[in-house]
């Protein structure tokens, strides 16, 4: 059973935008806390940006702030990644996640999608 699925990874040039969406179940999308985190082949998983249910906390890694942009859309079930002003080092394979702990805490996501690929050039 499919609980989360991202969608909006691809390769663009550096400076360029994407957005990446993931679709979760209903159950899923109660989670407290929702997130994207990315990673690179041979390094951790990072977190890149979090919100909470009620969409009015969110959080971002530094360096994504002001470039990235995570919010909700309740009518669809859907958390979204505006990306803006993309690098180079923002290439990874990037996920979304869902948990009902502690939002800055990425052992406490419980549910995980398969994950997008975001690849920019310079």
């Known amino acids: 059973q499919v609980q989360l699925v991202e969608s909006g990874g691809g390769s663009v040039q550096a400076g360029g935008s994407l957005r990446l969406s993931c679709a979760a179940s209903?159950?899923?999308?109660?989670?407290?806390?929702m997130g994207w985190f990315r990673q690179v082949p041979g390094k951790e998983r990072e977190g890149v940006a979090t919100?909470?249910?009620?969409?009015?906390?969110?959080s971002y890694a530094d360096s994504v702030k002001g470039r990235f942009t995570i919010s909700r859309d309740n009518a669809k079930n859907t958390v979204d990644l505006q990306m803006n002003d993309l690098k180079p080092e923002d290439t990874a394979m990037y996920f979304c996640?869902?948990?009902?702990?502690?939002?800055?805490?990425?052992?406490?996501?419980?549910?995980w999608g398969q994950g997008t690929q975001v690849t920019v050039s310079s």
């Open positions: 209903e159950y899923i999308y109660t989670a407290f806390c």
């Open positions: 996640a869902a948990g009902w702990g502690r939002c800055d805490r990425i052992d406490e996501y419980n549910y």
């Open positions: 919100i909470d249910n009620g969409g009015g906390i969110t």
